[in-house]
C-alpha cells in the first residue's frame, strides 16, 4: 500500500490520540477519577499505530492489559473507552469491565485481557475461522517480551506455523515484564529469533519508527491474506511509566529510561513528516489541536455519564 501524504497523517492523528489519552488517563488516575487498575502505552505508539496502518475492520485483533493503543489504533472509539476506564454506564462494557475487559467485535476488536498471553490461542482460534470460512481476514496478535515465556506463545505459534493460518504475532518488546528485565527473563536478545523454531519469518525492527513498523507489518500481514501463514514481529521499544500506574518503577536504570524517551516516536515522526514536506508545522498543530478537543469531550461525557446502578450487576452475566 503506498503511503499517502493522507495514510502519514492518519499515522500522526492516531498516534497523537493514544499519547492524548494515555496523558489524560495518568493525571486523571492521579486525581482519583479512574477506578482500577491501568497499564499505560505511553512511548509505544508507534507499534500498534504502524500494525494497524495495514488492516480494516474485517480483520481481527487480540490485545493484552496494555491494550489502549492497540484498539484506539483499532479505531476503538474514544468516548465509550474513556467512559469505560471511568467505571460508566456509558463505557464499552458498561462499566463493569474496565481498562483490562474493552471489546468492539464489529471492530475486529477480540478484547484486551488481564491475563498474560491469553490472546494467543484466542487469536489462533480466530485465525483459523478466517481460514476454515474461507476469508481473507487477518489476524494480528499483540503481546509482550514477558508473554512470549508463556505456554500459550509455543502452542499457539505451532499451530499457526502448521496449519498456515492467517497470523501475525507482533511482540513488543518494552525490555520489561513487570520489574524483570528482558536481559533476565529470557537468554535470547531478539524475540524475532524465537519464530525459527516453528519454521516462519521473524524479523526484529526499531518499534519507535511508525514507518519501519508499518512497513515489515504490512509485509507480514500481505503474507497472511496470500494464505502463506504466519510469521512474527518484534517491536523494540520502551514503557515510558511504570507497569501500572502507581509504581515508581525504582527497578530501571534512570541513564536507560532518558536515553529512551529521547527516541519518543512522535517528534521523531513530527521530523520526517516536514523534513519531506509532508506538512507543515501548522497542518501538525491543527491535528493536535483537533485530537485534544476530541479527548476532552470523551472526559467530559464520562463525567457526566451516570454509574451502573447495584441491579446492573445481575445483568449481562450469561450469554442468551
Ligand atoms: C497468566 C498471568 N500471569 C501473570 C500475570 C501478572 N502479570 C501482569 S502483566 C505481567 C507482565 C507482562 O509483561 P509483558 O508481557 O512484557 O507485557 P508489558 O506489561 O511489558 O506490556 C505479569 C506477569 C498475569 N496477569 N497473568
Ligand atoms: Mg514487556
Not at 503506498?2 to 489524560?24: C, D, H, P, Q, V
Not at 486523571?28 to 509505544?44: M, S, T, W
Request: hydrophobic share 40%; net charge negative.
Amino acid at each position: 500500500m503506498e503511503l499517502t501524504k493522507e495514510k502519514l497523517l492518519g499515522f500522526y492523528e492516531t498516534m497523537l490520540t493514544i499519547r492524548a489519552f494515555e496523558s489524560k488517563a495518568v493525571e486523571l488516575f492521579a486525581d482519583n477519577q479512574l477506578p482500577g487498575f491501568v497499564h499505560l502505552y505511553l512511548g509505544e505508539e508507534a507499534v500498534a499505530t504502524g500494525v494497524c496502518g495495514s488492516l480494516t475492520t474485517k480483520d481481527y485483533i487480540t490485545s493484552t492489559h496494555r491494550g489502549h493503543g492497540h484498539l484506539l489504533a483499532k479505531g476503538g472509539k474514544v468516548d465509550l473507552m474513556m467512559a469505560e476506564l471511568f467505571g460508566k454506564s456509558t463505557g464499552y462494557c458498561k462499566g463493569k469491565g474496565g481498562s483490562m475487559h474493552i471489546a468492539d467485535v464489529e471492530l475486529g476488536i477480540l478484547g484486551a485481557n488481564g491475563i498474560v498471553g491469553a490472546g494467543q490461542p484466542i487469536a489462533a482460534g480466530a485465525a483459523f475461522a478466517c481460514k476454515y470460512k474461507n476469508t481473507d481476514a487477518v489476524t494480528v496478535c499483540f503481546f509482550g517480551d514477558g508473554a512470549s515465556n508463556r505456554g500459550t506463545f509455543h502452542e499457539a505459534f505451532n499451530m499457526a506455523a502448521i496449519w498456515k493460518l492467517p497470523l501475525v504475532f507482533v511482540c513488543e518488546n518494552n525490555m520489561y515484564g513487570i520489574s524483570n528485565c528482558q536481559r533476565e527473563h529470557m537468554r535470547v536478545t531478539d524475540v524475532s529469533d524465537r519464530a525459527a523454531a516453528y519454521g516462519v519469518p521473524g524479523v526484529t525492527v526499531d518499534g519507535n519508527d511508525v514507518i519501519a513498523v508499518y512497513e515489515a507489518a504490512a509485509e507480514a500481514i500481505e503474507r497472511a491474506r496470500k494464505g502463506d501463514g504466519p510469521s512474527l514481529i518484534e517491536c523494540k521499544t520502551w514503557r515510558w511509566r511504570g507497569h501500572f500506574e502507581g509504581d515508581p518503577g525504582a527497578y530501571k536504570d534512570p541513564a536507560e529510561q532518558e536515553a529512551w524517551l529521547k527516541k519518543d516516536p512522535i517528534p521523531r515522526f513530527e521530523q520526517k513528516l516536514v523534513e519531506l514536506n509532508y506538512a507543515t508545522q501548522a497542518e501538525l498543530a491543527e491535528i493536535k489541536a483537533k485530537v485534544e478537543a476530541q479527548i476532552d469531550a470523551a472526559i467530559r461525557f464520562s463525567q457526566q455519564s451516570p454509574d451502573p446502578t447495584p441491579e446492573d450487576a445481575l445483568t449481562d452475566v450469561y450469554a442468551e
